[in-house]
Nanobody
Framework: QVRLVESGGGLVQAGGSLRLSCSAS????????VEWHRQAPGKQRELVAR????????YADSSVKGRFTISRDDAKNTVYLQMNSLKAEDTAVYYC??????????????WGQGTQVIVSS
């Protein structure tokens, strides 16, 4: 059984930094696409950033470009979202979404449980 565990959220002052982690465990042989999404109060979930196994990275939200960095450590089955210069509008629940190669199943998509980020102004 595959499990994703997110960590790293919390309360931070505007201008501060946080690093979110998403660790996958189970019968995994590859991490394919990696996405980070967020859902602010009263809003729909939105894509923040995406990176592929080939190294192509896109930041879907222009407001995070230059401030957020998505990365991955395939040896640890862990992906990260480094968030710098945080703003109040970054307040949201952040979710990782991983497309994983699973022994016996092929490729399958999984969501993390979400981690709350609160930025105080």
């Amino acid at each position: 059984q595959v499990r994703l565990v997110e960590s790293g959220g919390g309360l931070v002052q505007a201008g501060g930094s946080l690093r979110l982690s998403c660790s996958a465990s189970g019968s995994i042989f590859s991490i394919n696409a990696v996405e980070w999404h967020r859902q602010a109060p009263g809003k729909q979930r939105e894509l923040v950033a995406r990176t592929t196994s080939g190294g192509t990275t896109n930041y879907a939200d222009s407001s995070v470009k230059g401030r957020f960095t998505i990365s991955r450590d395939d040896a640890k089955n862990t992906v990260y979202l480094q968030m710098n210069s945080l703003k109040a509008e970054d307040t949201a629940v952040y979710y990782c979404n991983l497309n994983l190669g699973i022994y016996g199943l092929g490729s399958k998509e999984y969501w993390g449980q979400g981690t709350q980020v609160i930025v105080s102004s």
